[in-house]
């Protein structure tokens, strides 16, 4: 096999736009242990979040889930209820990675705002809605990049053109 593959020029760039920034509360956190890897899981209280299309408020309910490796690095897989200001309700659903060095997770677990560029922390949020003045974003890719600050995560959102 040593031809190469063709990929179409419309898909060999990549395009994409702010959709929203979204900052929570983690209230508390629930350690289930584990061998080699272990699971926790936090408590999402409250939250924001704004942008060019939307704005609003992230509802008390949701629930960040992490499967923490042997070597400190987090999956996340997070469920939030949000509600624009004008009512309508969507749930943002998320899979995403936190990974750091040794020391720089010991400063974060301490405590410490660790600068973002310290780390990599990324998200692949997916939304739901059944308001039909925000049906749209059920047809989105997004991702986003995140930023760990003591009381809860902060994403920056983009949607895939």
Known sequence: MT???TVHPALQSIAFQPLLAIEMKVDRIYKFGGIGTSHQA?????????GDRLRGEVLPGGS???TVLSDGTILLDAKLPLRTDDGAQIIMNYRGVRAASPEVLARMTAGEEVDPREYHFRI????FTSDPRYDWLNRIVAFGLGQ????GP???VFELK
Request: hydrophobic share 35%; net charge neutral; glycine share 8%.
């Open 3 to 5: 031809e190469p593959i």
């Open 42 to 50: 936090g408590m999402v209280s409250l939250g924001r979040f704004q």
């Open 64 to 66: 960040d889930w992490q």
């Open 124 to 127: 692949n949020p997916t939304f």
């Open 148 to 151: 760990r600050l003591p009381s």
């Open 154 to 156: 902060v994403y920056n």
